[in-house]
T-cell receptor, first 111, second 112 residues
């Protein structure tokens, strides 16, 4: 199975600042999922990327998958306290949508 | 829309006790999975199912059993709970041809 490394492990930013979270795989990514998790809650689906060079945006969050399909980045523009939480990347292992997850990035946005 | 429903939300067990975590989805999804989340380790796959009557092991299956008698339900059984099974458990479901994987809100289990 794949190994996913997320960086940074934690991030503290001032409200209004931009930030980027990276997810690097040991193997080619055939489906890369981004989720957000708040403490005590489930995982909220953000985006899913499949094609090399693909980029998707939702509100102020943009996710990209590099051409080699081994690294994805999540970029938040003009961060807000509502963006705070744990961001998780997950790689689709194939046959039944089983995901291998990174260890997560804890984001704190200071007002 | 109920989505993926997990029960119970919180449970405390004594070592050696057995229990079942329930997971139900109302979206007619073929795929269902169970994960556990431990601090600093992300989510790890326990068991998964591609349809009623079919289950398979994930990365960390020891100590857990599953069954899939209906499309809607995918219960996770702990036969003899151990402190190492203290964790947060998540159930997930998705369509055969869809790209979105839906997660339940989690079940917090403490084994003392």
């Amino acid at each position: 199975s794949q190994e996913l490394e997320q960086s940074p492990q934690s991030l503290i930013v001032q409200e209004g600042k931009n930030l980027t979270i990276n997810c690097t795989s040991s193997k080619t990514l055939y489906g890369l999922y981004w989720y957000k998790q708040k403490y005590g809650e489930g995982l909220i689906f953000l985006m899913m990327l499949q094609k090399g060079g693909e980029e998707k945006s939702h509100e102020k969050i943009t996710a990209k998958l590099d051409e080699k399909k081994q690294q994805s980045s999540l970029h938040i523009t003009a961060s807000q306290p509502s963006h705070a939480g744990i961001y998780l990347c997950g790689a689709d292992e194939g046959s039944a949508r089983q995901l291998t997850f990174g260890s997560g990035t804890q984001l704190t946005v200071l007002p | 829309n109920a989505g993926v429903t997990q029960t119970p939300k919180f449970q405390v067990l004594k070592t050696g006790q057995s229990m079942t975590l329930q997971c139900a989805q109302d979206m007619n999804h073929e795929y269902m999975s169970w994960y556990r989340q431990d601090p600093g380790m992300g989510l790890r796959l326990i068991h998964y199912s591609v349809g009623a009557g079919i289950t398979d092991q994930g990365e960390v299956p020891n100590g857990y059993n599953v069954s899939r008698s209906t499309t809607e339900d995918f219960p996770l059984r702990l036969l003899s709970a151990a402190p190492s099974q203290t964790s947060v458990y998540f159930c997930a479901s998705s369509q055969l041809l869809g790209n979105t994987i839906y997660f339940g809100e989690g079940s917090w289990l403490t084994v003392v």
